[in-house]
Structure formats: structure tokens, C-alpha cells
């Protein structure tokens, strides 16, 4: 059974940091490319990160470049997603994704045709 699980969410003040990880079961790391979406209540879902298990390539959305990073370990088949300089703006929950695709940008920007989903991690940023 495929599953990925989400885990390092909290609250945190402004400013602060957190780091997010995504474990993955019952399939390879290196077989797809893993996004990070969050979603805040009433507001659409927005791709966030994502990289890419074919090239290493990786996007970030304008409204986290230069504060988030991403990255994976393939031994323990996990993507981390450290996020830095945190704004009450990311206050949302935060869902991994994996799929087939071959670059990093198409599967956060269409953020659709995406097959495994995990359950969320809810970050909250606030004084």
C-alpha cells in the first residue's frame, strides 16, 4: 500500500522555523517527484516545493523562494521541507504529494493528475 506521512508541524512565531517531513511506504523515493501543497481555509490549494526524483531539480513558489528549502534522503525514502523566516501568511496545512513526474515545476504549478496524497500537517504562525 502506498502512503506518505506528513510530520513536523506545529505553531511557531513569527520569524521562527520548522521542519517538515514526508516518509514515504510502500514505494521508492527515487521512482517519483515529491511536491509540498498547503492549503489555509478559504483559499485554494498552492503548490509550494517540489523536486524531482528524475533530475534532482527543484521550484518553489514565489511566496516562499529564498525562506524554504527542500530536499530528500533517499535512504530513508523522506523529503524534508525546512521552512525558514515564517510569515503568518504560511499558516495553512501542508500535504506531501508524489507522482510521475519528470520535473519539478509542472507538478507544482498544475498541482492536478496527482495519485497519492498524504493526510496534512497543520503549521500555524502566529505572536
Known amino acids: 500500500q502506498l502512503q506518505l506521512v506528513e510530520s513536523g508541524g506545529g505553531s511557531v512565531q513569527p520569524g521562527g522555523s520548522l521542519r517538515l517531513s514526508c516518509t514515504l511506504s510502500g514505494f521508492s523515493l527515487r521512482s517519483y517527484t515529491i511536491g509540498w501543497f498547503r492549503q489555509a481555509p478559504g483559499s485554494e490549494r498552492e503548490g509550494v516545493s517540489c523536486?524531482?526524483?528524475?533530475?534532482?531539480?527543484?521550484f518553489y513558489s514565489d511566496s516562499v523562494l529564498g525562506r524554504f528549502g527542500i530536499s530528500r534522503d533517499n535512504a530513508k525514502n523522506t523529503v524534508f521541507l525546512q521552512m525558514n523566516s515564517l510569515k503568518p501568511g504560511d499558516t495553512a496545512t501542508y500535504y506531501c504529494?508524489?507522482?510521475?513526474?519528470?520535473?519539478?515545476?509542472?507538478?507544482?504549478?498544475?498541482?492536478?493528475?496527482?495519485?497519492?496524497w498524504g493526510k496534512g500537517t497543520l503549521v500555524t504562525v502566529s505572536s
Open positions: 504529494a508524489a507522482e510521475r513526474f519528470s520535473y519539478a515545476q509542472p507538478m507544482c504549478i498544475r498541482g492536478s493528475d496527482i495519485n497519492y
Open positions: 523536486i524531482s526524483s528524475r533530475t534532482g531539480d527543484t
